[in-house]
């Protein structure tokens, strides 16, 4: 919950306009389409002046912003401080190709004056658009046989992801064999044919390495899962259809729970909330369904859903609509953000997702959740666990906003890298934070992660002493080999340093459970409190954040954004950066730059 000590709430509006910096350096306006979910022509255009700002200084500081000649800039996202600061994210095209690693946000005073910029691109795009040599089909096929599936069409980019540009084609592949989701974006290289990247669409809760070391152990997880307890009728009240309606679910985990839905008739309802901009949960049928309109309606013809038994089919549902609708509110609660995109559009999910899929995901391809209803073997139930959901729609707001990026996927789909660990951290920090806000007491709240599955050490992640997971072999602390871990076991840097932020090292009791939090240097980190250090985590990622953002550039984030809030010189702006060296991230050790 927001408290007296931060300042009102941004102003946040999805946009889209373009420039494009012609061979003489100028900038001219092109029209463009409204994105997917863009707020409403009218209210854009009064952020256009904005936009214009932005977009003029992007060229007038070239040297700072890597904008060159060709470069095209859309803007995504624009955000207004109470202050009167302004941001603006940007993606670039390149001579009309997409640039993968080009976005940047520009900075601006209240007089709309150039302040700065983050950036993902360290150096200006200079790629020859007319050198591809291979064909788009001779693209498609060797992505088709890369991820195992059917290739979509290929789409000429330009891959500036790993410090150097190339020509590439970007294919979407569906029906992957080598994907627990079905999909993947493979990028191939339109001079050598090498593959630059092969990457599931999906993020998963639980990653490829995990899944092995569970069944190569033989564990078999017992979910923690709650009584169901009797629910009254509903009573049906409307008489025009179709109505918002107030129904009761039950649910595995969380025991009995209030969902709103929609009457279509005087007794039909369906598992859609009107409230929360439609947002509905529908039954894929174990199929591995790529779009959310291929699943079928939930409907009932008294607005009681579930048993609380994983044997109908209906229970899985509640969960899944009660984790989404819990995270939305947070979002909007805390940070006022309408939405996972925070274009007010509700979010979707589908449960019974493929044939014995031990795992849960979200789908950018679909826009939605996936639930798979467990392997049979390992994962006996559905994972459809709050703080799952609450971290895999985080997802979605990181694709949203920074989109942080892995630098790298093995053969095997575990992905590697700062980045990729900073997005699972955000996902594991804000899904304990969805638990704190919705405070049932049936899935009391806490700074654990998974701790509903059923697992031998108790929870699958912790953010006050990461290492406790032997499980994914988690870290406590940054080091040189951090660029290179697997996102899931590297993530636990910068979650260590929100604890750090948020609740202080040393022993503590929180809700039944003990932590214990450790630091690199010996130091003791007096926490500011939650609500404090989830506003400067979420403005961060919201404003500071690009697509390679690491732990380092992380640190300068969350500085920016608790000078913003409470200024340079605040207890909260200091403890910031004590935070940050407890866990081994300071300004003396940030790596030389890498591009």
Known sequence: MRTPHIRSLAIALAVTTAVTITAGGGATALAAPAAPGATAPVASAGFQPVIDAARTAAVTHASATGVGKGDTLQATDV????????????VRSHQGLP???GDLVVHLDKRS????????????VKVATTSAKLTAGQARAKAAATAKGTAGAAQLVVDARAGHTALAYQIH??????????????VVDAASGAILSNTPVADSFLSPRVQDELRKSGQKLNPLLATATPAPLASAKATGFPAQANGTGQSLFVGSVPLITTQTAKSAFTLKDPSRGQTETRDA????????????????????????????????????????????????????RNGIKNDGAGAHALVHFGNKVGNAFWSSD????????????????????????????????????????????????NQFGEPGSLNESLADVFGSNVEFATNNPN??????????????????????????????????????????????AGSGVSSHAYYLLAEGSGKKTINSVAYDSPTYDGSTVTGIGRDKATQIFYRALTRYMVST???HDARTATLSAAADLYGASSTEYKTVDKAWAAVNVTAANTPAARS
């Open 285 to 336: 049928g174990n199929k591995e369904l790529q779009q959310f309109s291929g699943g079928k309606a939930f409907t009932s013809t008294t607005d009681r859903w579930g048993t609380g038994r994983a044997g109908d089919r209906a229970t899985a549902a509640v969960d899944a609509q009660y984790g989404i609708t819990s995270t939305l509110d947070f979002y909007k609660k805390t940070f006022g």
């Open 99 to 101: 640039v993968l690693g």
């Open 443 to 488: 899935n009391p709240p806490n700074y654990l992660m998974g701790e509903k599955l059923g697992l031998q050490q108790k929870f699958l992640r912790r953010l006050d002493k990461p290492s406790l997971d032997k499980l994914e072999g988690t870290v406590d602390y940054w080091s040189k080999a951090s660029y290179d871990t697997e996102v899931h």
């Open 173 to 186: 592949v569906t029906d992957s064999a080598t994907a627990e989701s079905g999909a993947r974006t493979v």
């Open 79 to 90: 955000m207004v401080d109470p202050d009167g600061k302004q941001h603006v994210r940007f």
């Open 549 to 551: 953002t690491d732990f």
């Open 113 to 124: 004056a150039y302040t700065g910029v983050t950036r993902a691109l360290r150096q200006q």
């Open 366 to 413: 679909c826009g939605c959740m996936l639930y798979g209803d467990g392997d049979g073997q390992t994962f006996a139930q559905p994972l459809v666990v709050l703080d799952v959901t609450g971290h895999e729609l985080t997802h979605g707001v990181v694709d949203a906003t920074a989109n942080l990026q892995p630098t790298r996927v093995d053969a095997n789909d």
